[in-house]
T-cell receptor
Framework: DAKTTQPPSMDCAEGRAANLPCNHS???????VYWYRQIHSQGPQYIIH???NNETNEMASLIITEDRKSSTLILPHATLRDTAVYYC???????????FGTGTRLQVFP | DAGVIQSPRHEVTEMGQEVTLRCKPI?????LFWYRQTMMRGLELLIY????????DSGMPEDRFSAKMPNASFSTLKIQPSEPRDSAVYFC?????????????FGAGSRLTVL
């Protein structure tokens, strides 16, 4: 199973870009990288996913390195409401299982 | 769409009692997942269904836990008998093969406290 490694916590000033890194060095060639976040006491929320190309949606951008061993989630203009735990996940190979790790706790401050 | 609907939102029960948690997935979704979250263990996948069929229940902690999906619009997670260590927030999530089986929409969760 591809495991992911994320820093336990990060800070970001409101209005600035938040760049959340994730290492997934054992990812296989056809596995997507998924990002979710969980705001306190709510259910996790899907953000974005990608395979090898950079992806962007209304919430965030996802940059995946060419060797696919790491990725970065970018929140271009962080707000206080972006304070949450962010999870980087690679699906368990040959299944539809998403196993959540401990994630990165992002604190956005004024 | 109202999203994934879970009930009850909060349940307090005594050890030994039966607990039933309910989930209504988003209409048209063909995957349903049950997760449990505690401070100690984080988010754990308990079981997931595809087209109402249980695919993987390897995360179900023990025989006291059972899950069913009698139709595409309803699933239950039952704990019998309940124990204090079952206290957690239980999340249900659904997804669609067409939109991506792993693009999950989560419910608000059911917070269970077993005394």
């Amino acid at each position: 199973d591809a495991k992911t490694t994320q820093p336990p916590s990060m800070d970001c000033a409101e209005g600035r870009a938040a760049n959340l890194p994730c290492n997934h060095s054992t990812i296989s060639g056809n596995e997507y990288v998924y990002w979710y976040r969980q705001i306190h006491s709510q259910g996790p929320q899907y953000i974005i996913h990608g395979l090898k190309n950079n992806e962007t949606n209304e919430m965030a951008s996802l940059i995946i390195t060419e060797d696919r061993k790491s990725s970065t989630l970018i929140l271009p203009h962080a707000t206080l409401r972006d304070t949450a735990v962010y999870y980087c996940i690679v699906r368990v190979e040959d299944t539809d299982k998403l196993i959540f790790g401990t994630g990165t706790r992002l604190q956005v401050f004024p | 769409d109202a999203g994934v609907i879970q009930s009850p939102r909060h349940e307090v029960t005594e050890m030994g009692q039966e607990v039933t948690l309910r989930c209504k997935p988003i209409s048209g979704h063909d995957y349903l997942f049950w997760y449990r979250q505690t401070m100690m263990r984080g988010l754990e996948l308990l079981i997931y269904f595809n087209n109402n069929v249980p695919i993987d229940d390897s995360g179900m902690p023990e025989d006291r836990f059972s899950a069913k999906m009698p139709n595409a619009s309803f699933s239950t997670l039952k704990i019998q008998p309940s124990e204090p260590r079952d206290s957690a927030v239980y999340f249900c999530a659904s997804s669609s093969h067409n939109s991506g089986a792993n693009v999950l929409t989560f419910g608000a969760g059911s917070r269970l406290t077993v005394l």
